[in-house]
């Protein structure tokens, strides 16, 4: 019986000197494969550097290169493509290992494709993972060709059916003459280890039946055209939507590692040339990667709640439609200016060098972007939560939004009529109230009017301008200060000195406003001694904890969900009765996908009900988005459907009969959409902190369809 010691096979067996031709085509390829990533790194460097450092560390970005590249984490929310991309990826991973093993053997004379490693790793494991991989081919072309499905139906995409169909009939005949050719080696050589090799071995007897010389012959002409399609696949890869295999491994190391991330960095205003993104090359060079790590699989259009209401905006068309502008010749001109001026090549002055470059490219705006798609965005995130490969879809729109407001002001009435009161006012809201008008008659304690700091209270109330000028969300402040005096909670407002955060600045695109309402109300707190704030607006919260530290403010931040469960578990609000309707609950964005707040909302409703949440079937990471956020509340929707009511009619169609929430932009946009499509039925839209105050007010009576008043 043959030694498994001595297990080894061949390198070019059949073909003989002529083999050495691969070295020739593989140089030819490497040239080729050299050029095709030169044309895609000349591109990138005509963008800006990013002022975060996006390689290091090393050790935090290795664990998201693991989660994302390797263990490929976000793709099995589609459970169909996650199982076909990672088994037809790891496939190709084992077979690349199995060509190193082979070159360290052959060429440099390193001995190990002999033996054990030989049979159980080169044989076995190499054509189980081959196996795999074709069998993922297959997958993918289902989904390509028979599913259909309509995230990938995007007219930008370049000859999508003619590309995808190529790349997978190329790289299905690379597996395929692969095994034919494993297969007539074992075969024609009765190799006694050929049963390793589960299915070349099957291939060999399958070609047995033709005779040796035949064989031997269909060997050699088979080799010749897997060696050529190989080589030309390779060549390939930087010229296809294939570069992505490279592209989206690093793109996924160099996501930006805070957690939620702020919403774009902060302008220079007095050292950029143009506030906002204008051309191309003002986005960041990351930015320019992300156009080019892009894999065209339409995740981000299928979440978008502005396309999937048939409004002018697809996440995915916009980065299409900046790759495409990035490779065409409008975009190489630009370089070429580009590339002169910073290597000193033209001696221009600052504004004759500004205006060849703005003579050399398009203005994006409208020229490759359409305005409207802009003006659609609710900043939701879902784009950038769902994409496997981290490319940050939102933050360039609003790049482009900054540009259109600071440089051009033309951006909807509506937005402007907002920042002209934010500007004015200290408020985007056109109200006659003041700000302490919500709580007059509740005695809480003012700091603006007493003159004290908050060295002395547990937590200092942000009302935000929503919550204190909108009547109806006036309620939810009340009904969380009764909370907190309920479970003897010493805190106090800022009343008069409480000014807009400058969100709604930022969103819409004026970062020069929300910056200085910022570094305004940042002088606030130190004056104050705010150190730890909880509010009910959700923006009010982000803006705090996720913007605000640019402008080097250190504050603890809770949204008050998460401050009423803390509350409810230390024994300070205990119910007195249930609240008994049927509840479902609505994850605000900038609560859930921008700060991971989703299981406070939800035992906090269990505890003023008694029962769970009646889910929607977008819940959590995945919620609908109500239409509020981006500026979207001071915009008409008036094309397609309201997102507000698509949003409602996923709440109705629970059968729930209260649509809980806990942002007051959500109950704004929610409660009218509810009005809208509830019909005959009776639905409610209550805050969260409204369920659980009539739950643990002293003998009441929480039964389904009573909203006794809240003082």
Known sequence: MPNPAQATRQVYWNIGPAGNFVYLAMVLMLIAFGWGIYRHVRMWRIGQPPKENRWLPVGARLRYFAKFSLAEAKLFWDKYSGIFHFILSWGFVVLF?????????????????????????????????????????????????????????NPRRLHPATADGLILLWLFLIMLTGYILEG??????????????????????????????????????????????????????????????????????????????????????????????????????????????????????????????????????????????????????????????VAGDEQRPEEESMAALDDAAYQLVPEVIAPEALWSCTTCRACVEVCPVGIEQFPKIIDMRRYLVMEEAEFPDTMQDALRSLEDRGTPFHSQSSRTDWCREMGIRDLSEEGGTADDVDVVYWVGCNAAFNERNQKIARAFATLMERAGVNFAILGADEACTGDPARRIGNEYLFEQMARQNIETFERYHVKKIVTSCPHCMNVFKNDYPQFGAQLKVEHHTQYLQQLVEAGRLTPSTHFTADVTYHDPCYLGRYNGVFDQPRELIQVATGKPVREMPRSREFSFCCGGGGGLTWSDDNTGVRINQTRAQEAIDTGADVVAVSCPFCMSMLEDGVNARKGERSVQVLDVAELLEQATRPGADAAAGETAPVR
């Open 97 to 153: 290992a199995a060509t190193v093993v082979v070159f360290l053997d052959h060429d440099l004379h390193i001995r190990i494709m002999h033996g054990e490693f030989y049979l159980w790793f080169e044989s076995f494991t190499v054509d189980i993972f081959g196996a795999l991989a074709m069998i993922g081919l297959i997958m993918a072309a289902i989904k390509r060709f028979a599913q259909k499905p309509d995230r990938i139906r």
């Open 184 to 341: 007539i080696r074992i075969e024609a050589t009765q190799d006694p280890f050929g049963s390793y090799s589960v299915v070349g071995y099957g291939f060999g007897k399958l070609f047995g039946l033709m005779g040796t010389s035949a064989m031997l012959s269909v060997h050699r002409a088979i080799w010749w055209f897997h060696m050529v399609i190989v080589m030309g696949f390779l060549a390939y890869i930087p010229y296809s939507k294939m570069f992505h295999m490279f592209t989206a491994a690093i793109n996924n190391y160099m996501r930006r590692l805070s957690r939620p991330e702020p919403l774009n960095d902060p302008i220079d205003i007095e050292a950029v040339e143009t506030l906002g993104v204008k051309r191309l090359d003002q986005f960041t060079s990351k930015d320019l990667f992300d156009l080019d790590a892009c894999t065209e699989c339409g995740r981000c259009q299928a979440v978008c709640p502005a396309y999937n209401t048939g409004k002018p905006l697809s996440p995915a068309a916009i980065i299409l439609d900046l790759r495409n502008y990035m490779h065409g010749q409008q975009a190489q001109a630009l370089m070429q200016v580009k590339r002169k001026l």
